[in-house]
């Protein structure tokens, strides 16, 4: 039996989940869909359209494999006429569904395997040796034929003609190039969109792309109505109508005096300036900062200081460096010294010092190589070091010994280690006698000071340690659950391991079980599958370590844009 497909997957969940009643109520049945697929934009629609003709309904109703064969080529026919789909996209969408309700139909299933069986062995012949990747729907590829991108579906039938030297997929539509030029079209009709006019062209967000053209940059949507003209120096960011200029906004460079400098501003669509183009920086991410503060830091004339949303000058530009204001308050800087100032300009802090820095209500200071807390009546600054904060505490230093502070300032762990880690789920990795352990957040040790090297624990409260160039994995109370025998332990996620035994990579659960052999030369976790070399060549396999692209590719890449 074949293995199903993500969508099959959690069509059938469904089932399984709300019962085959879920069905009767197409109201309900496209709620949840529209849910579980708001990413998929392109499977979202064709299960839509299925469920408004009812598909899902008439499938539920055939009582036996026979009849499923008969009326399989009616609902096909049904999809074509009612929707304007392809034959083929037809097909595909009533066989999920036959698929998830009658999981037993053979008939189906053996329709199914036979198309996948299909697509593999044209891929195979007329790919190059380039699948590189496909969408979430695992119905639609991208691929490369005699060095030219185009399309195919899940049978193997060219949506987009092997023609360009590239294409990368983004909400539904897809930006193509030849010899340098570059335009949009819809995948799914292979119709242009944009003419291959542009020397650039890049998603952004939200539908909008950036083009250039002649140098100079501009934005459209994916519909190709141009919604900022093509005259910039270059287009920074977008934000839209909830952020906080009421109107679509951009943030836009362009050349200033004898084109020698780069100047920002933002301006609308109709190249109004909003904000004038006339500083050498702008805080591209202003906008919690602006909604939460009221001020946006930027630089001119080799200087710092802050606007409000309408350009208005608030604080002089005066600074050599600023930080964003926080809960009513800013670093700056002046002669390479430290302070803060208030939203008014006034200094709430002298500036004096070498470094500043916050962390939740407390403010760091550093001062002819002494560190502590910040305070107006008793400051003690008696740190040789003080680290940035991880789980609310921070290393501290004295004499070369460390030791932990909590979010209040105060001594937790004695300062007494030659060297220590952040905490990382509830415990740190720290050093005495030159040795590595572990302890909580108690101080409590729950290892021996015995191990050579050491990494944080992880998710599942895992950690990689080594003894003589040997790794194991200890759990959260010090027992060595995997023998310290591996060459090298790497990327520890939810529980499994990858580890190498010389030179080759495998995958291992948290009981030693091998999920994926060791005896790759490379592998790389994605989400739900790895990506594996061996002997040079890129293959595909799935969780349970399963080949599913066979070994034998130049590269492989996983498509992520629509995800």
């Known amino acids: 039996m074949p293995t199903k497909t993500s969508t099959e997957a959690i069509l059938a969940e469904i089932i399984q989940r709300f019962g085959y009643q879920i069905i009767e109520s197409q109201n309900q049945l496209l709620g949840v869909i529209k849910d579980l697929f708001a990413k998929d ?15 899902p309904r008439k499938v539920l109703s055939v009582s036996s494999n026979s009849d499923i064969i008969i009326q399989k080529k009616v609902l096909v026919q049904n999809l074509i006429d009612d929707c304007f789909i392809q034959r083929e996209i037809a097909e595909r969408i009533v066989s999920l569904w036959i698929f998830a309700l009658n999981p037993k139909s053979e008939t189906d299933i053996m329709h199914i395997d036979t198309a996948e069986s299909n697509l593999q062995s044209k891929c195979l012949d007329c790919i190059s040796a380039e699948l590189l990747s496909h969408e979430s729907n695992n119905s639609l590829f991208f691929a490369k034929k005699n060095n030219k991108w185009g399309m195919i ?10 023609t360009y030297d590239n294409l990368h997929l983004y909400q539904g539509i897809a930006i193509v190039g ?57 287009i920074i960011n977008i934000y839209d109508k909830k952020d906080v200029f009421d109107e679509v906004a951009f943030l836009v460079c362009n050349k200033g005096v004898w084109n020698k400098v780069n100047l920002l501003g933002v301006v609308n669509r109709f190249n109004k300036q909003l904000i004038p183009i006339k500083y050498d920086e702008i805080d591209h991410d202003f906008v919690e900062i602006l909604k939460e503060e009221g001020l946006i830091r930027a630089k001119k004339n080799g200087k710092w200081g802050f606007l409000d949303k309408s350009g208005k000058e608030i604080i002089p530009f005066v600074y050599e460096n600023v930080w964003n204001f926080k809960s009513g308050s800013a670093f700056v800087s002046k002669d390479q010294k430290w302070g803060s100032i208030n939203p008014f300009g006034n200094l709430e802090i002298e500036i004096k010092y070498d470094e500043i820095w916050d962390y939740k209500d407390l403010v760091f200071v550093t001062l002819k190589g002494k560190s502590g807390i910040y305070s107006e009546w008793n400051m003690d600054l008696k740190y040789d070091g003080i680290s940035d904060f991880n789980e609310n505490f921070s290393a501290v230093s004295i004499n070369k010994k460390w030791g932990y502070i909590n979010q209040k300032g105060r001594e937790i762990i004695p300062i007494k280690y030659e060297s220590t880690w952040g905490f990382s789920y509830g415990y740190a990795r720290v050093k005495l006698n030159g040795k590595w352990g572990y302890l909580d957040k108690t101080g409590t040790v729950i290892t021996e000071f015995k191990y050579t090297d050491a990494l944080d624990f992880d998710d599942s409260l895992f950690a990689a340690v080594c003894i003589n160039k040997k790794w194991g994995i200890i759990d959260r109370f010090g027992n060595e659950i995997i023998q310290l025998k591996y060459d090298d332990i790497s990327n520890i996620k939810s529980g499994f391991f990858l580890v190498q035994i010389n030179q080759k990579w495998g995958y291992i659960d948290a009981n030693g079980k091998m999920v994926v052999p060791i005896k790759y030369d490379q592998i790389w976790v994605e989400k739900d599958s790895y990506i594996v070399e061996l002997n040079g060549c890129f293959g595909l396999l799935d969780i349970k370590g399963k080949e599913v692209i066979p070994i034998t590719y130049d590269s492989i890449y996983i498509n992520e844009s629509d995800s």
Do not use: H, M, Q, W
């Not at 934009?41 to 598909?55: H, R």
């Open 41 to 55: 934009t392109l499977t979202l629609k064709l299960l839509e359209l299925s469920i408004k003709a009812d598909i």
């Open 153 to 162: 579906d899940f049978y193997g039938k060219e949506l987009i003609p092997f």
């Open 178 to 234: 030849n010899a340098g030029k570059y335009g949009v079209l819809d995948y799914l009709s292979d119709r242009i969109i944009v003419p291959l006019i542009y020397e650039e062209i890049t998603y952004i967000k939200d539908g909008f792309l950036k083009v250039k053209k002649n140098k100079k940059c501009g934005i459209i949507d994916i519909s190709g109505e141009i919604i900022l003209s093509v005259k910039y120096t270059d």
